[in-house]
T-cell receptor, first 108, second 116 residues
């Protein structure tokens, strides 16, 4: 059965901390892995990863994929209260498979 | 339009009533996806369309749930004889090409369905 597992389920950190969110998967016909940030409403797209070892970076966020070990990590450095959200990992195989998300709370 | 538009934002129904949700994809996007988010963190795929044709319906419950995407109309998701467990946020997403194209999906703001 295809599945995407994210860890931790929730995380509370202080502003300025660095966090690492994990996403592991078992998906048939893997094509890509995507990270989304969901605040109050629609998930917004962060990164798409298709190749191992190539880091994608956007400001304080970065992500990398390991297709051999079947996981990805999303790093956020110098966290801010505005980073508080649920971070969703989605893997594209024959369809989109979403993980359960990691709920990140950044305390001032 | 430039965004996926879902209506209504919030829908309240009594148990046993019908609920109908609408989604207008981004102009030029051929694929539409419906998801059910029961708890804040759980996203369940329901069905996808390529234009007006069902592309993948492996996530659709066999009973009570139906969906359509007709030409020149918003897509719709309909739930007959709603149950308390149908209470969720239903998200619609669209993409220009299908899953094999490695394009991200763009999400609407969701419709919160509350069954009382």
């Amino acid at each position: 059965e295809d599945k995407v597992v994210q860890s931790p389920l929730s995380l509370v950190v202080h502003e300025g901390d660095t966090v690492t969110l994990n996403c592991s998967y078992e998906v048939t016909n893997f094509r890509s892995l995507l990270w989304y940030k969901q605040e109050k409403k629609a998930p917004t797209f962060l990164f798409m990863l298709t190749s191992s070892g190539i880091e994608k970076k956007s400001g304080r966020l970065s992500s990398i994929l390991d297709k051999k070990e079947l996981f990805s990590i999303l790093n956020i450095t110098a966290t801010q209260t505005g980073d508080s959200a649920v971070y969703l990992c989605a893997v594209v195989g024959n369809q989109f498979y979403f993980g359960t998300g990691t709920s990140l709370t950044v305390i001032p | 339009g430039e965004e996926v538009a879902q209506t209504p934002k919030h829908l309240v129904r009594g148990e046993g009533q019908k609920a109908k949700l609408y989604c207008a994809p981004i102009k030029g996007h051929s694929y539409v996806f419906w998801y059910q988010q029961v708890l804040k963190n759980e996203f369940k795929f329901l069905i996808s369309f390529q234009n007006e044709n069902v592309f993948d319906e492996t996530g659709m419950p066999k009973e009570r749930f139906s969906a359509k995407c007709l030409p020149n109309s918003p897509c719709s998701l309909e739930i007959q004889a709603t149950k308390l467990e149908d209470s969720a946020v239903y998200f619609c997403a669209s993409s220009q090409w299908g899953p094999i194209s490695n394009q991200p999906q763009h999400f609407g703001d969701g419709t919160r369905l509350s069954i009382l």
